[in-house]
C-alpha cells in the first residue's frame, strides 16, 4: 500500500543569531519591549528574556504547474524563493511556522538557503502528503517536548470521506527549562472553488482542529496554547466562530496589524483585494504570556516580493509560562475529550 502521509523530524544546530538589516528596525520597535533596538526578533540586553514566534504562509514553496503543460515540476522562482529566505534571516524568530511549503526537497532548499545566511535551525517538524500536496513545517531553536502532529483525521463530503489536505502540525515547545508552549499549525482548505463545495470542507476542517483544541485545553486547562497559521477565511466566518468558541476556555484573536495599522494578511493587487486570512489565536495562558503589544504583521517590500502573505510575530515571556503540557502525546484525544 502506497504511503500516503508522512511526519518527518530532523535534529540541526544553531548556529546563532548576526546582525539584523536596518530594514527591519522600526518593525522590531513596534514588537514593544520584546524587540525594542533590532529586527532580529530577540532581546540584546537579557538572551531568553522573551523568543518570538512566526508563521508564514509562502504561496506554493513546493514543486507546481507554473506553465500549464500539466506537470507538478516547476518550482517556486527562484527571486521568491532567495526573499523568503532573506526576509526570515532578518527577522531571525526563535520558531517560525511555515506553510504551503512542499516535501522534503523544498524544506531541505529553505534550510539551505537560510544555513548560507548563518541561521540553522536545530529542531522541525514536517507535514506533507505524498500526492503532492502542499503542506507545512515548523522550524525551532526551542526544543521540541512533545509531537502531536495529526495526517490522519478526515471528514465526510457528498457521503465519502475527505483527508485534512495538510494536516493538523501540533508540537510542544521548550521555551525555557519547565516552561512550554502548544503550537497548533493549521492550514484550512482553499477558497479555490471545488465541485464538492469548498466551504463546507474549510468549515468541515475548522471543526476537527477545533475539536483538537478543545482535547487539548481539557488536558491542560492552564497550559498556553497557541493556533497560528493560514485558515483560508474571513474574520466573522463560521469557521473562525468554531474555532473562537465562547467562555474562559475559549481561543481570543490577538487581532495583530502592520505598522501602517492595516490588519490584512494577503494581497491580490491584480483583483484590487487585500483579506485577512491569517491569524494568531491564543488561550488565556497564552495571552497572559504575552508580551504586550508584539502581535505583529510584517510590511516589508521584500516579503512582499516572496509571497502574497504577510509573516505574522509575536514575543512571549518564558517566564510566565508553564509545564503544564507534561504527558504521553495524544492521550487526551484518543480518550475522545470533546466532541
Known sequence: MPRTSA???????????TAPSRRLRRTAALLAVALPAVGACRFPAAPGAQVVLAAWHLD???YTDRTGDGRAIDAKPETEREAVAAVLARLRPDA????????PA?????????AARGLVYPYREHLWRDDGARGQALLSRLPIARRDSD??????IGGQPEPVRRGFLDVTLEAAPGRTVRILG???????FDPRGQ???????????????RAALAEAPDGALLVMGCLNDLPGAAPLRDLLGAGAAALADLEPRDDAGDAWTRADPAEGVWQRLDYLLAN?????ALVPGSAHILRDPAAAGASAHRPLLLALRPGALNDAWAGEPGAALRAGAGP
Open 106 to 114: 523544498m524544506l531541505e532548499d529553505l534550510e539551505a538557503r537560510l
Open 7 to 17: 511526519i518527518a523530524t530532523s535534529p540541526r544546530r544553531w548556529s546563532g543569531p
Open 186 to 192: 493549521a492550514q484550512l482548505k482553499s477558497r479555490a
Open 60 to 62: 506554493g514553496y513546493a
Open 151 to 156: 495526517r490522519e483525521s478526515v471528514y465526510t
Open 199 to 213: 466551504t463546507e470542507m474549510r468549515r468541515s476542517e475548522a471543526r476537527l482542529l477545533a475539536r483538537r483544541v
Open 96 to 103: 517560525v511556522l511555515v506553510q504551503d511549503i512542499g516535501g
Open 284 to 288: 488565556e495562558p497564552l495571552r497572559a
